[in-house]
Every structure is written in C-alpha cells, then in structure tokens.
C-alpha cells in the first residue's frame, strides 16, 4: 500500500477524534496527533485500537510510544504490513 | 517539577469507552487492571489512574523532554483515596488526587514546596476556548504572585509543546502545569 493510500486511511479513522479542523484539513505526514489534531491523549489509544482493527495488526507497546505522529504512524503500519 | 490533569467526568462518559476490547490492555498493567477489576467503581478507579498517569508524564516530560506514548510505561500505585504514586523509568512521582461530582483532579509534585491549584468551569467546550480560558487563569495567577501586569505577560509554546510564559522578552522561572477536559480546567503554580 502507499503512503498516500494508508493517509486516506489513517484520516477517516481519525476524523471522529480530531478536535481541529483546519489542521485535519492540511494534514500532512509532518501532523501530530496531540499537538496538532488535538486528539485528547485517552482517545489516541481508540486510534490505535482502530488502526489494529483496519490493518488486521497487532502494535505492541513499543511500536506504540512513538505513534505520535502521521509519520510514525505510517512507519510503524508499513514494517507491519510488511 | 509538577504536572497536573483534570478529567470532566461525564465529558469523558461521552468521549471514552475504557470498556472497549484492547483499551485496558494497552493502558494498565496487571496490576492495574486488578486494582480496577476490584475496585468499588471501575470506571473512577480507571480514570483516577489515567489521571495519575498524565499528571506525572507531564512533570517528568518537563525535565526529561522526549515524548511518548505508552501508558502502561507510566505504573500507578495507590495508597489511599487521595494518595498515590507513579514511576516512570524508576523515578518516582508522588501525586494527590481530589474526586469532585464532576470532575476528577491529579497533581503531582516533586518540589518541597507546595503547589496552589486553581480550578474553574470552562462555559464553551471547543478546544480553543479551553486553552484560551487555561491560559488567562495561569496569567491571573502568576500576575497576582508575582505582581506583574496582567498585560505583559504572555505564552508561547516550545517545539517539544510545553507553554512557557514570558514578561516583555524575558522567560519567567516559574513552574507550572495547565489542564482541560471538557467543562473543566486547572492551573498549578509552585
């Protein structure tokens, strides 16, 4: 799958957590979930378990400290997917 | 340093499923999910630690910088209905609990010294507001103690996302942790 597809992806899974429009408008891989999407820290765990759901994968607790980005995000679904 | 989290308790009813399949799991320890699966509320009981949680990533964010996310890394230990602990990377961080009808409030205090606590009802809930509220509440506070105008002081954020307040051009040395959720905000100053 490519970055741009997996992006369509992430979004739509987001999008029902993010509490700024306008950086979910212009999102980019540079996003981050908390700073940017403002994406309250409990519900980045929904996040997680919702992109596990989509993928069919597993993120331990390692791959998951550094989901804190679309960038690390996208990292850590391809060397899944992989 | 310090750190502090409020949780507005039914904000999060809305917002949160802790009961969702996976959510404790990659939230709490074993000994968490003991403590939660025993407890005489579950559902304060989880959102009481995820409080402790925050509150004590933030006091030690401050110092260690590098962020991350793995709750489970964060280990709570209770010691009565207010009292607790956290360890993050062996270091301990002592935190106090309040439990009000509708909200839930940890702070955390690594200082001496102690900490004076401001909480209030945010009227608009849209994200922008709340930190607009949180951060005419820290300049409120830090203006009555150290009296400076009101109108001088101003925040900036640094690029790992921590506010820090200045006079003119000048960073104030001051500690202090925001938080909102919801209806509810907090502001600590040591």
Redesign the interface.
């Known amino acids: 799958m490519t970055n741009e597809e997996l992006i369509l992806k992430l979004k739509k899974i987001v999008k029902p957590y993010i509490?700024?429009e306008n950086a979910f408008e212009n999102l980019t891989e540079e996003t981050?979930f908390?700073?940017d999407l403002?994406i309250?820290?409990?519900?980045?765990?929904?996040v997680?378990?919702d992109v596990?759901d989509e993928f069919d994968i597993e993120i331990d607790?390692?791959a998951?400290?550094?989901?804190?980005d679309i960038k690390n995000a996208l990292a850590i679904i391809q060397s899944k997917l992989a | 340093m310090i750190g502090n989290d409020i949780i507005d308790i039914n904000f999060t009813k809305e917002q949160s499923n802790w009961k969702r399949k996976g959510f404790l799991d990659k939230v709490f320890t074993k000994e968490e999910k003991y403590l939660i699966k025993n407890s005489e509320c579950p559902f304060l009981s989880v959102w009481r630690m995820w409080s402790m949680k925050e509150s004590a990533y933030k006091s030690h964010l401050q110092y260690h910088k590098k962020r991350f996310f793995n709750p489970k890394k964060l280990e709570c230990f209770i010691q009565d209905t207010k009292k607790g602990y956290v360890i993050i990377n062996q270091i301990k961080y002592l935190t106090h609990t309040i439990f009000e009808s509708n909200y839930i409030y940890t702070t955390t205090n690594s200082s001496e010294r102690g900490i004076k606590n401001c909480c209030f009802y945010i009227e608009n809930t849209i994200i922008k507001n709340q930190q607009k509220e949180v951060y005419h509440q820290l300049k409120k506070m830090v203006s009555n103690k150290l009296t400076i105008n009101y109108n001088e002081l101003f925040i900036q954020k640094s690029i790992a996302g921590i506010p820090k307040l200045f006079v003119q051009d000048q960073e104030i040395d001051i500690q202090f942790s925001l938080t909102h959720h919801g209806h509810y905000g907090a502001v600590s100053i040591l």
Request: aromatic fraction near 0%.
């Open positions: 509490q700024d981050d908390i700073n403002k309250n820290s409990a519900n980045l765990v929904d997680i378990l596990e607790n390692d998951m400290e550094k989901m804190l």
